[in-house]
Nanobody, 126 residues
Framework: QVQLVESGGGLVQPGGSLRLSCAAS????????MGWYRQAPGKQRELVAAITHSGVPNYADSVKGRFTISRDSAKNTGYLQMNTLKPEDTAVYYCNAGIVVIEAGLPKRYRALEVWGQGTLVTVSS
């Protein structure tokens, strides 16, 4: 019914940059907060950055000053610009969003969902 698809991951050298995208599709009425999480091998998933519906960002201390989260509401897409990448940034990055969907049928009804993307691998290595 609704899905998030991440793209933009890959292999980059330390100090390099990548831009991740997260595109939402389906019967979307609105998207509330969006967030990027990451999970490195053997570690728990952690919040990297989040952005509210009105565009207010929040960052983990480990990425402040290096990563920038943004969103394009017209395109139902979120972004994570990652600069000055370090080997410890290596992880699978997941997009997460609170999405209000329009259910099929009449009368029109709405349902709030928490949706995750499938993840995209970022590897920072020389």
């Amino acid at each position: 019914q609704v899905q998030l698809v991440e793209s933009g991951g890959g292999l980059v050298q330390p100090g390099g940059s990548l831009r991740l995208s997260c595109a939402a599709s389906g019967s979307i009425f609105s998207i509330n907060a969006m967030g990027w999480y990451r999970q490195a091998p053997g570690k728990q998933r952690e919040l990297v950055a989040a952005i509210t519906h009105s565009g207010v960002p929040n960052y983990a201390d480990s990425v402040k000053g290096r990563f920038t989260i943004s969103r394009d509401s017209a395109k139902n897409t979120g972004y994570l610009q990652m600069n000055t990448l370090k080997p410890e940034d290596t992880a699978v990055y997941y997009c997460n969003a609170g999405i209000v969907v329009i259910e099929a049928g009449l009368p029109k009804r709405y349902r709030a969902l928490e949706v995750w993307g499938q993840g995209t691998l970022v590897t920072v290595s020389s």
